[in-house]
């Protein structure tokens, strides 16, 4: 899987947009960006993910760059309830099954 | 919501117990895992299941092992608790064939304390 990078921390006011990058230079081109929420050590849970093309649920937006070197993850109004370790995934979704976590970023919505 | 269950969520035990950790699921699903967390800490993958009766080490040595006689099930014991096993044990599925999109299902975890 290819390799992300994400900042540790980030703070957001509750009703703002929060914008979380993620950094993946090194993607392939079967690749897909996924993104996991974990809420104070519950299990993590899934948000969306996507290959090149902007995606949007019911919990948040996904933007790709064109180059698919990197993307943002838009929680479109933060509530305390979105307070939760955020992490950003690339792979290939039936070729590994180790999927990897790494730390994440912090995110910490305040009122 | 995600239909994947996992029991005890708090155990404490003393040293040198066995103890099982469950986990089920009843979405059907052929892939498992199990992850393994330290409070503030990454998650680390310790086993997974391609389907009944296939199992692997995952990228962090564990002294657990797992068995996956049916689909739905698959439990992890430690056949001597140490303290040193003191963590979050998560639990998680996802499909194999037909509409795979990758994403995976967690239970809420088994936190386990061995005095």
């Known amino acids: 899987d290819a390799k992300t990078t994400q900042p540790t921390s980030m703070d957001c006011a509750e009703g703002r947009a929060a914008n979380l990058p993620c950094n993946h230079s090194?993607?392939?081109?079967?690749?897909?960006v996924y993104w996991y929420r974990q809420i104070h050590s519950q299990g993590p849970q899934y948000i969306i993910h996507g290959l090149k093309n902007n995606e949007t649920n019911e919990m948040a937006s996904l933007i790709i760059t064109e180059d698919r070197k990197s993307s943002t993850l838009i929680l479109p109004h933060a509530t305390l309830r979105d307070t939760a370790v955020y992490y950003c995934?690339?792979?290939?979704?039936?070729?590994?099954?180790?999927?990897?976590f790494g730390a994440g970023t912090t995110v910490t919505v305040r009122a | 919501e995600a239909d994947i269950y996992q029991t005890p969520r708090y155990l404490v035990i003393g040293t040198g117990k066995k103890i099982t950790l469950e986990c089920s699921q009843t979405?059907?699903?052929?892939?498992m895992y199990w992850y393994q967390q330290d409070p503030g800490m990454e998650l680390h993958l310790i086993h997974y299941?391609?389907?009944?009766?296939?199992?692997e080490k995952g990228d962090l040595s564990s002294e657990s092992t797992v068995s996956r006689i049916r689909t739905e099930h698959f439990p992890l014991t430690l056949e001597s608790a140490r303290p040193s096993h003191t963590s979050q044990y998560l639990c998680a599925s996802s499909e194999a064939l037909g509409g795979y999109t990758g994403e995976l299902f967690f239970g809420e975890g088994s936190r386990l304390t061995v005095l």
């Open positions: 979405m059907g699903h052929d892939k």
């Open positions: 299941s391609y389907g009944v009766n296939s199992t």
């Open positions: 090194t993607i392939s081109g079967n690749e897909y």
């Open positions: 995934i690339v792979r290939v979704p039936r070729a590994d099954y180790k999927l990897s």
